[in-house]
């Protein structure tokens, strides 16, 4: 069993920057791909940004050269650093773990407002 608490959300201008974390437990959390998805109001979920066990990464294309995803295997976390941000970037922020399809989890959520 792994529990996901992100934290790090807030109100930030237009232009503005935050670093939303992950605190994972449990076991084998280095053998997790873990992602990022947001939920703007009436949108559906979406992927922001995968990290895999490996450390490969990929990013949405709305958020190519603004974020980026890092771990830290040794501390269990994983960090979604925002640069530059949007109003559109506005959302509710999830982490997810997945190892396998018995092994999939999320957080609960953290919500970033982008506003001047």
């Known amino acids: 069993q792994v529990q996901l608490v992100e934290s790090g959300g807030g109100l930030v201008q237009p232009g503005g920057s935050l670093r939303l974390s992950c605190a994972a437990s449990?076991?084998?959390?280095?053998?997790?791909?873990m992602d990022w998805y947001r939920q703007a109001p009436r949108e559906q979920r979406e992927l922001v940004a995968v990290?895999?066990?490996?450390?490969?990464?990929n990013y949405a294309d709305s958020v190519k050269g603004r974020f980026t995803i890092s771990r830290d295997n040794v501390k269990k976390m994983v960090y979604l650093q925002m640069n530059n941000l949007k109003p559109e970037d506005t959302a509710v922020y999830y982490c997810?773990?997945?190892?396998?399809?018995?092994?999939?989890?999320w957080g609960q959520g953290t919500q970033v407002t982008v506003s001047s």
């Open positions: 449990g076991r084998m959390f280095s053998t997790y791909n």
């Open positions: 997810h773990g997945k190892r396998n399809i018995q092994n999939d989890y």
């Open positions: 990290i895999t066990s490996g450390g490969n990464t």
